[in-house]
């Protein structure tokens, strides 16, 4: 029986978890799962689970190592410091565990999103203008300069996951209505100098941020699969219409993310963002890159609607094993409520 550990990770992981057991040959797998939340739902779908510690870096991969030789774990799929069990993955296969992830590198290149755009930029991809700023003054100048070519100028962490931090700034009065409704992601501009002016008063170093105008085209989810070389096997790209989603081809999008993966040798699974957007000198609306993931994206489930399990292939990759051509088919439609499909 295959041994899969999941260290903390999201609660859609549990339908990848599924799709696990669906594997097309029937092979029997054991899923481990460790979170510090007790009722993480990804912990129910698991066939054993325990409490994960609080632990810095350095100490959970050492934690990790004595984990997985006592659970006899085949296989870790990690999601909380992965680069640093990556640096590890010598002593993770002396005790006969196998990692699911991009090497060190290349998951420290594309999580700082500042070295991640000038990568892209240097392999000729298409980046959206940005700038990085540290304090009030330079968050005005940003916001001025691309208030000219956008209706929205947005701004985020040069670091982190998800959506965290994420912003779009705005000089309008707040009415009554931005309280009566949804919770926005809109921000008053002055009220984040003012933030900033507090911080370096205070001497709180400021996590930099990146400002940029918001793309308002359509956005375009890839998940890849690939070889432990970085050599993609499978590109299923995730759309949206309204409140549909839609597996779709997306070629300009495909291309990104096939190119960023094998030039950056991501190895097994990643998920690559774009958008469209016309830019000053764009003739057309074009994709350019929002950002790359070097880890199972949320909606990862949902490539089941193509016909392919990905999740099973970057297994069998991971574990050395020959994987046969994927062949995807693209075009189904489901609802954001839609249950996982059962894969044929």
Same mark, same amino acid.
């Given at each position: 029986?295959?041994?899969?550990?999941?260290?903390?990770?999201?609660?859609?992981?549990? #339908?990848?978890?599924?799709?696990?057991?669906?594997?097309?040959?029937?092979?029997?797998? +054991?899923?481990?799962?460790? +979170?510090?939340?007790?009722?993480?739902?990804?912990?129910?779908? $698991?066939?054993?689970?325990?409490?994960?510690?609080?632990?810095?870096?350095?100490?959970?991969? %050492?934690?990790?190592?004595?984990?997985?030789?006592?659970?006899?774990?085949?296989?870790?799929?990690?999601?909380?410091?992965?680069?640093? &069990?990556?640096?590890? !993955?010598?002593?993770?296969?002396? /005790?006969?565990?196998?990692?699911? $992830?991009?090497?060190?590198?290349?998951?420290? &290149?594309?999580?700082?999103?500042?070295?991640?755009?000038?990568?892209?930029?240097?392999?000729?991809?298409?980046?959206?203008?940005?700038?990085?700023?540290?304090?009030?003054?330079?968050?005005?100048?940003? +916001?001025?300069?691309?208030?000219?070519?956008?209706?929205?100028? $947005?701004?985020?962490?040069?670091?982190?996951?998800? %959506?965290?931090?994420?912003?779009?700034?705005?000089?309008?009065?707040?009415?009554?209505?931005?309280?009566?409704?949804?919770?926005?992601?809109?921000? =008053?501009?002055?009220?984040?100098?003012?933030?900033?002016?507090?911080?370096?008063?205070?001497?709180?170093? $400021? +996590?930099?941020?990146?400002?940029?105008?918001?793309?308002?085209?359509?956005?375009?989810?890839?998940?890849?699969?690939?070889?432990?070389?970085?050599?993609?096997?499978?590109?299923?790209? !995730?759309?949206?219409?309204?409140?549909?989603?839609?597996?779709?081809?997306?070629?300009?999008?495909?291309?990104?993310?096939?190119?960023?993966?094998?030039? #950056?040798?991501?190895?097994?699974?990643?998920?690559? =963002?774009?958008?469209?957007? =016309? %830019? @000053?000198?764009?003739?057309?609306?074009?994709?350019?890159?929002?950002?790359?993931?070097?880890?199972?994206?949320?909606?990862?489930?949902?490539?089941?609607? *193509?016909?392919?399990?990905? @999740?099973?292939? *970057?297994?069998?990759?991971?574990?050395?094993?020959?994987?046969?051509?994927?062949?995807?088919?693209?075009? /189904?439609?489901?609802?954001?409520?839609?249950?996982?499909?059962?894969?044929?």
């Amino acid at each position: 029986m295959l041994r899969i550990w999941f260290n903390r990770t999201y609660a859609t992981n549990s #339908h990848v978890i599924a799709m696990l057991r669906a594997n097309p040959g029937g092979r029997a797998v +054991h899923v481990i799962g460790t +979170h510090p939340d007790p009722d993480s739902p990804v912990l129910a779908a $698991c066939d054993q689970w325990a409490i994960e510690p609080e632990l810095a870096a350095g100490e959970y991969v %050492g934690w990790a190592l004595q984990f997985a030789r006592e659970h006899g774990v085949d296989l870790l799929i990690p999601r909380l410091h992965m680069a640093e &069990l990556a640096e590890a !993955r010598a002593e993770f296969a002396a /005790a006969g565990t196998r990692l699911l $992830c991009a090497d060190a590198p290349a998951v420290r &290149l594309f999580a700082d999103k500042v070295a991640a755009y000038r990568a892209a930029a240097g392999d000729g991809l298409p980046v959206p203008p940005y700038r990085v700023v540290r304090d009030s003054a330079g968050l005005r100048a940003a +916001h001025a300069e691309f208030a000219k070519i956008a209706d929205w100028v $947005c701004m985020k962490p040069t670091s982190g996951v998800g %959506g965290n931090g994420y912003r779009r700034l705005t000089t309008a009065p707040p009415s009554l209505a931005d309280f009566a409704g949804e919770v926005s992601s809109r921000v =008053q501009l002055e009220d984040v100098c003012r933030a900033l002016d507090t911080a370096e008063a205070d001497a709180n170093p $400021c +996590h930099e941020l990146m400002v940029m105008p918001y793309l308002d085209g359509p956005e375009i989810s890839v998940d890849v699969a690939a070889t432990a070389e970085g050599e993609p096997l499978a590109a299923i790209g !995730r759309g949206r219409s309204r409140r549909r989603r839609l597996i779709v081809d997306d070629v300009p999008a495909r291309e990104i993310a096939q190119q960023l993966t094998r030039t #950056h040798r991501v190895s097994y699974l990643s998920n690559t =963002q774009v958008r469209y957007w =016309q %830019g @000053p000198d764009d003739p057309a609306p074009r994709a350019y890159l929002l950002e790359l993931n070097t880890r199972i994206s949320g909606g990862l489930f949902q490539t089941a609607l *193509a016909g392919v399990n990905l @999740p099973w292939a *970057a297994v069998r990759l991971a574990l050395g094993e020959d994987v046969e051509p994927l062949r995807p088919r693209f075009g /189904a439609g489901f609802t954001t409520v839609a249950a996982l499909v059962a894969l044929p």
